[in-house]
Each structure stands twice: as C-alpha cells, then as structure tokens.
C-alpha cells in the first residue's frame, strides 16, 4: 500500500512570471488531514489542511495563512500565502496538477475517514507526557 502522495507542483509568482517555482506537495496518512507544500531552500514547509485544498478548487477558501480559490483563467488555482511580512505570496498552480493530487490524497485516505489513520492511544500518551 502506498504510504504517502507526494508530487511536484510548478508554480508561478504573481511578481515574477518568469521564473517558475518547483515545490513539492507530499500528503501522508500519519498526519490524515494535513498535507505540506514545500519550497527548496525555504526551510519548514507549508503545513495546511488537505480539505482547504480540495474545497480551493471549486471556492475561495481560507482565512488565515493558506488561501485558495480558482483564478480568472480557469486551468489554473490561486495559492496566497501569508508569512508575516509586508505583503502576501501569491502563486498560480495549473488546476490539473492540484486536481490529480488531491484525488490521489482521497484516494489513499477518503474524505470522511481519516480518523481512522490516527493511533489515538498514541495521541492520549503524548498528550500527558508518557509518549
């Protein structure tokens, strides 16, 4: 069984075109509802709900670090992402490359059952300490 969906996602820059961006969008079981999009040489990844992806494609969605919506030219989703500075990031993913992802995500965990991947006595024993 596949242990996790990992896929390369090109990105674009709203302030520089140009120069697309690889980054790396990796969903894993053992974090059911999260998914990570990471950028070579940024540090820690970009950590937010698989379910804000997946509802991004169809509607704006998401109010604090992480939005997504469809953009104007419909082959494409908007990822805007907030990281304390002066102004947003904002970047363009072509909508089949988001689409393929998410359904693999789905795929491999369906919408509705991820609790069932989370080792909830583990969870308890971490939570008072003795994990």
Known sequence: MTSQVRT????WNVDRPEEPIVATAVYSPADP????????????????????????LEEPVGDGDVRIAPAEAEDWIEIVLFSGQPREC???APRDQVTSFVDRCFRLVPLGREDEWIDWDRQIALIRGVA
């Open 8 to 11: 390369r996602l090109t990105l």
């Open 90 to 92: 904002r970047l363009f």
């Open 33 to 56: 509802y999260a998914m990570r999009l990471s950028f070579p040489g940024l540090g820690e990844p970009w950590t937010f709900a698989r379910a804000l992806l997946a509802e991004g």
